[in-house]
């Protein structure tokens, strides 16, 4: 007896192990001789004491990224201020996607005032926040002593996607000149022919 309940265990925990993901069905009864029988598939006509169970996987949702880079985000948030600077701007924000570091990023256009603040008056880019760390222009050693200081990792780990570019302002569309004023006592001129 002991024997079978053994290896009613084995072939439970093989099922069990064998589910994919989602929900499957088992199936418990008594067959004719007084055995107990567990399978996937449903029992035959002559089953006693038929029971349907819905096995699901154990599956832990969990954050997309790591937890120590969600403790680098938290503790030491990164911001980086660019515009349409050229090369620079593109080198920095390249810097922190090749390194998969999940940033904030800003353009000094969009709150000149309070990025003057920032700045002590300055309106120069890249300028990067790691945490309260403000690194002015880009350096890559300078960032990456920064970055590392504050555990971001140095390669993208599964589940990090990149911030978007900023779009770029609309271009406006050019104002026409307004007519000329006509002097007084003159007739304005009749609109051209079609």
């Given at each position: 007896m002991?024997?079978?309940?053994?290896?009613?265990?084995?072939?439970?925990?093989?099922?069990?192990?064998?589910?994919?993901?989602?929900?499957?069905?088992l199936?418990?009864?008594?067959?004719?001789?007084?055995?107990?029988?567990?399978?996937?598939?449903?029992?035959?006509?002559?089953a006693?004491?038929?029971?349907?169970?819905?096995?699901?996987?154990s599956v832990?949702?969990t954050?997309?990224?790591?937890?120590?880079?969600?403790?680098?985000v938290?503790?030491?948030?990164?911001?980086?201020y660019?515009?349409?600077?050229?090369?620079?701007?593109?080198?920095?924000?390249?810097?922190l996607?090749?390194?998969?570091?999940?940033?904030?990023?800003?353009?000094?256009?969009?709150?000149?005032?309070?990025?003057k603040?920032?700045?002590?008056?300055?309106?120069?880019?890249?300028?990067?926040?790691?945490?309260?760390?403000?690194?002015?222009?880009?350096?890559?050693?300078?960032?990456?002593?920064?970055?590392?200081t504050?555990?971001?990792?140095?390669?993208?780990?599964?589940?990090?996607v990149?911030?978007?570019?900023?779009?770029?302002?609309?271009?406006?569309?050019?104002?026409?000149?307004?007519?000329?004023?006509?002097?007084?006592?003159?007739q304005?001129?009749?609109?051209?022919?079609?």
């Amino acid at each position: 007896m002991t024997r079978i309940v053994v290896l009613l265990a084995v072939l439970i925990s093989a099922l069990m192990s064998a589910v994919p993901a989602q929900a499957a069905q088992l199936y418990r009864w008594v067959d004719d001789k007084g055995r107990v029988e567990w399978r996937d598939t449903p029992p035959p006509a002559n089953a006693k004491k038929v029971e349907r169970r819905t096995i699901g996987g154990s599956v832990i949702e969990t954050s997309t990224l790591p937890y120590s880079v969600q403790q680098a985000v938290r503790n030491f948030p990164v911001t980086l201020y660019v515009s349409n600077c050229g090369e620079g701007c593109d080198k920095a924000r390249a810097h922190l996607v090749k390194r998969g570091v999940p940033f904030t990023q800003k353009s000094p256009q969009d709150d000149v005032d309070g990025y003057k603040k920032l700045t002590n008056g300055g309106m120069e880019v890249p300028l990067l926040f790691v945490g309260s760390e403000r690194l002015r222009g880009y350096e890559a050693g300078a960032w990456d002593n920064t970055l590392d200081t504050a555990g971001y990792p140095r390669q993208p780990v599964p589940g990090y996607v990149a911030p978007k570019p900023a779009a770029a302002p609309a271009a406006k569309p050019p104002v026409a000149p307004a007519p000329a004023p006509v002097p007084e006592g003159l007739q304005p001129a009749p609109p051209p022919a079609q």
